[in-house]
């Protein structure tokens, strides 16, 4: 699973430690390895041009202009392609605009999403071939894990040996010979426990884990406090896609094992409120977006109930108007965290926030409120295709504190060739963060129409069931929440 530590590369002192991680490829592995961090290279030298040539490294844009050509003409795995492009806009925010050069064997950054480490032997690499399995051996521990980015595991080739740098949550002095510091299996003791905003270190997900470095929060963040209850964000910039009903059914499967969930809903389209909540008008003052422009009266009476267990805040336009209003305000985007924040603790269990089609005020404010992000996804190509620019956008929330970890679920499943064809790809470019899909079923549309989510409607159903799984594991995922 993905469980990255809050916030970007440690800013704290230089004691952490580093695990240096031999890698015992066969020769065709080697190979493969060879090309893959060739490959990599070569594309971020062509992504560092593009961007002193634009003046300016923003992910997205970035993104937009060369995910295709680095998929195409360097094979690049649609996760790496993702990985490239981020740390070339990262390591140019460092640099502070001056263009990194990338030799064609410079280490490379992976993360958990391209690399994952399967118990003490062996870790999982994506290669331009698809998942790698190679053979590990830990070489020792020593200093110098300060500066880097939480999940990050640098691979290196040097005298023709191939090793990864990862870093730890622990200074050298305790990882040093104590064999604690294992680069999966189990979670490594974060070294800052009592931090009001804890940091997260990676919990094992079967032997799905890898290190991470903990990450302090800055006095900013403690300061503006975190959602009563775990939150979810369910993302994903294409319409259609099935963000509300997601949030729709998930919170019923959450009701249904007797959480307390309030849903708020973002889209200022209030898809999700005309279905929970159809003949109530929003009174003026009443409405979410005013609620965003003058914070101080919290959100608490917004809520109302929609079926049993699950309470909703109302959507509508005002959510733009506050969008457009704070435009120029970055600080505004925390403003939805702080409502959360202000909710009366114990009140809920979990909070589900569904947001519009695109990448913009709300999304954003979603992710930085959430500790999960869900990405509902169909699995058409040009579906795949759209999913980086939200992973990208994920991400970048990420070093500003927002939601950490992640998780994609296919949805609307067909039971025809080509969409169950399509899952393994999903898989092979996402690794452990896809989650169990979900079919297509006609009960969904069936429940919609009571206002209703499936598990309430039509007990028995598998999809409904898919519903319960994917509760059991968002749950999974946000179980070591405060
Ligand atoms: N698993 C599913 N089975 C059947 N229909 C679905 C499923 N998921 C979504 N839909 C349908 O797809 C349409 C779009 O879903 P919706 O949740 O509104 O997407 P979004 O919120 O991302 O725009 C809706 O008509 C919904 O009923
Ligand atoms: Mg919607």
Redesign the pocket.
């Known amino acids: 699973m993905v469980g990255r530590a809050r916030g970007g590369p440690a800013r704290d002192g230089g004691d952490r430690a580093v695990a240096l991680i031999e890698l015992t490829p066969g020769p065709e592995q080697g190979r493969t390895l060879l090309r893959t961090l060739e490959a990599c290279n070569a594309a971020r030298t062509v992504v560092a041009e593009e961007a002193r040539a634009r003046g300016a490294a923003g992910a997205v844009a970035l993104q937009r202009r060369l995910y295709r050509a680095l998929r195409d003409e360097y094979g690049l795995p649609a996760q790496l392609a993702v990985r490239v492009i981020s740390t070339v806009a990262s390591d140019f925010r460092r640099a502070r605009g001056a263009p990194p050069r990338y030799a064609p064997h410079e280490p490379f950054p992976f993360d958990e999403r391209t690399a994952s480490f399967k118990g003490l032997e062996e870790v999982s690499l994506l290669t331009l071939d698809g998942r790698a399995r190679v053979g590990i051996r830990v070489a020792g521990y020593a200093p110098g894990g300060a500066g880097r980015a939480p999940g990050q595991a640098d691979l290196r080739y040097e005298g023709g040996r191939f090793s990864l740098i990862v870093a730890l949550s622990q200074p050298a002095a305790r990882a040093d010979g104590a064999g604690t510091g294992r680069a999966g299996g189990g979670a490594i003791p974060a070294a800052n426990d009592n931090d009001e905003e804890r940091a997260r270190d990676t919990r094992a997900e079967g032997s799905e884990a890898m290190t991470v470095v903990a990450q302090p929060a800055t006095a900013g963040r403690a300061r503006l406090g975190r959602p009563v209850a775990p939150t979810i964000a369910v993302v ?1 910039r ?10 729709i059914n998930l919170a019923g499967a959450l009701a249904e094992r007797g959480l307390a969930v309030l849903i708020v809903d973002l ?1 200022g389209q209030a ?2 409120t005309r279905l929970l909540l159809p003949e109530e008008p929003v009174p003026e003052g009443y409405a979410i977006g005013s609620r965003l422009q003058h914070p101080g009266k919290g959100l608490a009476d917004l809520a109302r109930p929609a079926f049993p267990g699950v309470h909703v805040v109302p959507g509508d336009t005002t959510i733009d108007q506050a969008g457009r209003a704070l435009s120029g305000n970055a600080a505004a985007m925390l403003r939805l965290r702080g409502l959360l924040a202000g909710l009366e603790p114990g009140r809920y269990d979990a909070i589900l926030l ?1 947001t519009p ?1 695109d990448l913009g005020f709300s999304t954003t404010s979603a992710l930085l409120s959430a500790d999960l992000a869900l990405i ?1 996804t169909m699995v058409a190509q040009p579906d795949l295709d759209a999913l980086a620019d939200v992973l990208l956008h994920q991400e970048e929330q990420v070093l500003a504190g927002g939601a950490s970890r992640l998780l994609i679920v296919p ?3 067909r039971h025809d060739g080509h969409d169950r064809r399509q899952l393994p790809a999903l898989r092979e470019a996402y690794g452990a963060i896809v989650a169990e899909p ?5 009960p ?2 069936d429940a ?1 129409a009571l206002g209703q989510p499936v598990v309430r409607v039509v007990r028995r159903a598998p ?1 409904a069931d898919a519903y319960r799984a994917l509760a059991c594991r968002v749950l999974e995922e946000v179980s070591d929440v405060g």
């Open positions: 994903n294409k319409g259609g896609s099935g963000k509300s009903t997601t949030t889209d898809s999700l569904d089609p509902p949805n609307n499943l979900i079919p297509m079923g006609a969904v549309k919609h999809v």
